[in-house]
């Protein structure tokens, strides 16, 4: 079993800047294919960051050029770095792997004002 856990959302204005914090913790094999989700009120959980089974990384077209997936396997953690926040990122952020394998944590609420 596989618990995450997802922290570092919160209140910021537009144009701002939150680093999201992933941890896997339990029987983890490998982050290699972590990717990090977002879900509104209005749409379904999407996909917004990841990193592909090549080692490179892929992002929505949305968030692209403001966020930056990153991981650090000896903690077996990923991070989200997002920029240039606008408000419609807002929304509950979760992490989980590109093919869905583990359970959803709780995820963090993010909310930017315009």
């Known amino acids: 079993q596989v618990q995450l856990v997802e922290s570092g959302g919160g209140l910021v204005q537009a144009g701002g800047s939150l680093r999201l914090t992933c941890v896997a913790s339990?029987?983890?094999?490998?982050?290699?294919?972590m990717a990090w989700y977002r879900q509104t009120p209005t749409k379904q959980r999407e996909r917004v960051a990841s990193?592909?089974?090549?080692?490179?990384?892929a992002y929505g077209d949305s968030v692209k050029g403001r966020f930056t997936i990153s991981k650090d396997n000896a903690k077996n953690t990923v991070y989200l770095q997002m920029n240039s926040l606008r408000p419609e990122d807002t929304g509950v952020y979760f992490c989980n792997t590109r093919g869905l394998s583990f359970s959803w944590g709780q995820g963090t609420q993010v909310t930017v004002s315009a």
């Open positions: 339990g029987t983890v094999l490998s982050i290699n294919t």
């Open positions: 990193f592909t089974s090549g080692g490179g990384t």
